[in-house]
């Protein structure tokens, strides 16, 4: 069972906070004693600063005595909040579209905690490393059903990008389309022995925090596995990092896309690896490292062209 993370699985509670009238003295040692790096001040219930290492440096260089300064003097004032029940995915947007290192997190009306950047690093390091996910495609050429895969079905889809039939190159893109059926879910479950109700009991499946059935998040993720399958030459995982955004629902079509990041040497590569549903929705992200050898050159298939924009 997977679920997406959310901010109140991984923020720092409970919350120091202080008065804007606290000396830098008393909060630097406030921080010292609790092992923390920030503060957040506090005036009449409401959250109206925040204080970390950084501005603690920051007075030490401008001020020949900084003990007795009061914080509302050298506080950040641009706090930017959100919502426990908010994911890990949405909190790096704000993040990034804020340019700040720490969000104050509410529970309603109530403060709750905080989230940095560390925290978010520790948990899911590959959410700082992505890029750009929805941009314009660039470059469009003939998809082949590969010699790599023994067979395709009318079902499912495949799209490229950059791709060319002889070698592989930063910012080529394949993903693979197909929909997750009341049989796929049933034999992945007897194919692993995941029998958890809330894949297959729907009765059970109402109860719980999705209110319905979902597909195993192994067999969402399984079809990034596909995808690289479809990528010329005998492609080998060498790692995988994964996160579950959101569940998908029995019998929603989704899609795996693969785009190469980085060429980590002659033969090695990483990608980007993310899954979404029919509304474009991300339900995985991740990274992978992969080895891509030359395909044995026995047993050759014929390969259909697929037109691909």
Known sequence: MTFPIRLNDIMSSPVETRGPDCTAQAAAATCLDRDIGSLVVVEEAEAVGIVTSDDFVRILRDDSDPRTIPLSEFMST??????????????VEVMFDNDVARLVVFDGDELVGLVSTDDIVHHVPQLLQRREFNRPESRAHQYHRSQETAYEMDDWETQSSGLSDEQISVGDRISFTKTCSEQDVRGFATATGDTNRLHLDEEFAQQTRFGRRIVHGTLISGLISAALARLPGLT??????????????????????????????????????????????????????????????????????????
Do not use: H, M, W
Request: proline share 2%; with cysteine.
């Open 78 to 91: 641009d706090i930017v909040t959100v919502d426990a029940s908010a994911t890990v995915g949405d909190a």
């Open 236 to 309: 080998i995982y060498l790692s995988q990092n994964l996160s579950f955004l959101k569940p998908a629902e029995v019998g929603a079509r989704i899609t795996a896309v693969c785009e190469v990041s980085e060429k980590l040497s002659e033969d090695k590569y990483q990608l980007t690896t993310d899954v979404t549903d029919g509304d474009g929705e991300r339900l995985v992200e991740g990274q992978a490292a992969v080895l891509i050898d030359e395909t044995p050159d026995v047993g050759q298939v014929t390969v259909e062209a697929v037109t691909t924009g």
